[in-house]
């Protein structure tokens, strides 16, 4: 089992958020995930299909505790249904569903992350790997990237 699929904290299908022991939550559809590592860390961001951001981080400060216990899911934001649709409007605009599954650095690269988004957007999927980010910068991923930082900043600012 790897570092994320753990059976009390994530899905155990792809697409599908799931909180441990919580009877009243209905799991639902991801629209957008990104998962981001590097320096010793971990990150997940989720954009439900409902508009709520979920994050989980695991940062290296936490030790040995952080190897036995899963890190908690924490909602982050509910976007509106206007920067919902935006969202999901630039992702469609942006070329996301061109991109190659993966990208590599073309030289060394230090102190930088590698970044995983896969999509789930009107019947498409597509997932894309950014090894050496933001050294390797691929425009499309950056503009999907720079949407949800919009939508998140509108979220939180309104």
Known sequence: MGRWEDDRCVPHAVGRLQQPRDEGFEPRPVLLEQRVEGGGSHSVRRVIDNGEVWVRSTPEARGLRAAR??????????????????LGDAIA??????????????HAVFYANDEVWTVHLNGRQHTVAVRGRPITDIPALSSVADALTDALADAAYG
């Open 69 to 86: 216990e899963p890190a908690p899911w924490v909602l982050q934001a509910k976007l509106p249904r206007d920067e919902l649709a935006a």
């Open 93 to 106: 605009a942006s070329g996301f569903f061109d991109c190659a599954p993966e990208y590599r650095p073309d």
